[in-house]
């Protein structure tokens, strides 16, 4: 398939979304970071795509009062800026279906487990290695999968894989999992480029 022209969502640091867009500056993505758009006006994300140049917006509860208005200026501004495919990197609210359909399903999201364990509502930041620790596994990872109108549900598309180590809090294995995160979430676009992966 042709260059991926990618529209991220998301709420806080951004360092997956960084991640993505380091890989099509240097060529190893074959994509076009075409627009940001976070719910929250002090996120990291947003100051990140201020300081690399490419668009943003700030979409929230607040900027819009109801979730309909809200879909349709998410849906309004990535067409605008001729994104197709949605890239969820830490994005806090659960995607409205509006969003979803218009763009044909071709919407990605990270998580920090192996799904389809540790994930679901309130299943979000160290809640995640906290639960992966309570529960003694001994390895756990990143997966990248399709978003649906439920959390962490859609089809998966790929999965790297930590260990967990004798002394781990859920802090060390945040930052663990995190790094694979950035190599994983490039891999499966370049896959998705290549034809490897079909979305
Ligand atoms: C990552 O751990 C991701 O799996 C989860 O939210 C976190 C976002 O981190 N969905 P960042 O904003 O990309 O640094």
């Not at 969820?88 to 044909?104: E, R, T, W």
């Not at 309130?122 to 995640?128: C, D, I, P, S």
């Not at 694979?180 to 480029?193: A, C, G, M, Q, S």
Request: with cysteine; proline share 4%; aromatic share 6%.
């Amino acid at each position: 398939m042709a260059t991926l022209n990618l529209g991220f969502l998301a709420s806080h640091g951004g360092s997956n979304m960084q991640a993505i867009i380091d890989a099509c500056n240097s060529g190893k993505l074959d994509g076009k970071p075409c627009c940001v758009i976070s719910n929250n006006s002090a996120s990291g994300a947003l100051d990140r795509s201020g300081k690399e140049g490419i668009p943003w917006n700030h979409i929230s509860g607040h900027t819009h009062s109801t979730p309909e208005a809200e879909a349709e200026a998410i849906v309004d501004t990535f067409s605008r800026y001729g994104v197709d495919t949605i890239i969820l990197a830490g994005y806090m609210k659960i995607l409205s279906p509006q969003v979803i359909n218009y763009f044909n399903g071709r919407v990605l999201n990270i998580h920090p487990a192996l799904l389809p364990k540790f994930g679901g509502k309130g299943m979000y930041g160290l809640r995640v290695h906290e639960a992966v620790l309570k529960a003694g596994d001994k390895e756990s990872g990143a997966t990248v999968h399709l978003v649906d109108s439920q959390y962490d549900r859609g089809r998966v598309l790929a999965q790297m894989k930590v260990p967990v180590v004798d002394g781990d809090t859920p802090e060390s294995l945040a930052a663990r999992v995190l790094a694979v995160e950035h190599i994983l979430y490039t891999n499966t676009l370049k896959r998705i480029v290549s034809g490897g992966i079909e979305i």
